[in-house]
């Protein structure tokens, strides 16, 4: 999805910062598509501490003023309430850190740089669980994703006077490599949505520019969902 995200924008014209953690060779394949507006290509692991502070830093000092940010990496990992307790522990420590922790990082970070410059975008890839819930044994997930929501709104009300606009996206099922595999629940997966079938990386990265277009300001702070219908709200 980041790569599609990417690769939509800079056909629009927009110079790309893409970040990778450990595949710097799907990393390097993004750059090499995009071409002269990939600018800049950045390793971080998300899930150390300070790690979306650095990483706002080091794109800087690369690239010079930066005026848009998208939150799009995210991890999922069984949290078992009814599992043992360093498991359990361990996967809300490790989806916090990436889903939540580093994007309110690189947000605060890039929001002591707008403010300076009088203008700036985030868009957030936050979830369908944002709003519904996941299944139980997703509890992590689901609430990283409700804060990365909540973190949204909270900064588009608190910014919009510095010229900042905060948008979210809230997809169900995205066929990527975090989609389900296993016939059974592909099948169930399928089943939930009207539409009847997953959304394509293709479709956030439209979505994704569109909102960074400035064709409609106003929608800062709006919610977008796209779930093929799967939760109406």
């Excluded at 309110?104 to 868009?123: H, N, P, Q, T, Y």
């Excluded at 369908?128 to 009300?157: F, N, P």
């Excluded at 595999?181 to 592909?186: F, G, H, I, N, R």
């Amino acid at each position: 999805m980041g790569a599609a995200i990417a690769k939509t924008c800079a056909s629009y014209g927009a110079k790309i910062i893409v970040h990778y953690n450990g595949n710097k060779n799907a990393a390097d394949a993004v750059c090499k598509d995009i071409g002269k507006n990939a600018i800049a290509c950045i390793q971080e692991d998300l899930s150390k501490t300070g790690a979306g502070t650095r990483l706002w830093a080091q794109a800087v000092s690369q690239v010079g003023p930066i005026n848009a940010l998208v939150n799009n990496a995210g991890i999922d990992m069984v949290s078992d309430l009814y599992g043992g307790e360093a498991e359990w522990a361990n996967a809300w420590e490790q989806i916090m850190a990436v889903n939540m922790q580093a994007p309110a990082d690189l947000s605060r970070a890039a929001l002591r740089d707008f403010r300076k410059m009088g203008e700036g975008r985030i868009v957030n890839v936050c979830s369908r669980a944002s709003h519904r819930g996941d299944s139980i044994d997703h509890a992590a997930y689901a609430a990283s994703k409700g804060g990365l929501l909540a973190l949204s709104k909270t900064l588009a009300r608190g910014a919009a006077k510095d010229g900042v606009l905060v948008y979210a996206l809230a997809p169900g099922w995205i066929n990527t490599e975090m989609a389900p595999t296993d016939p059974e629940v592909l099948r169930s997966a399928l089943a939930e949505i009207p539409f009847g079938k997953f959304a394509e990386p293709e479709e956030i990265g439209a979505l994704t520019a569109f909102l960074l277009s400035d064709l409609c300001p106003s929608a800062t702070a709006a919610t977008i969902d796209v779930n093929g219908a799967s939760h109406v709200r």
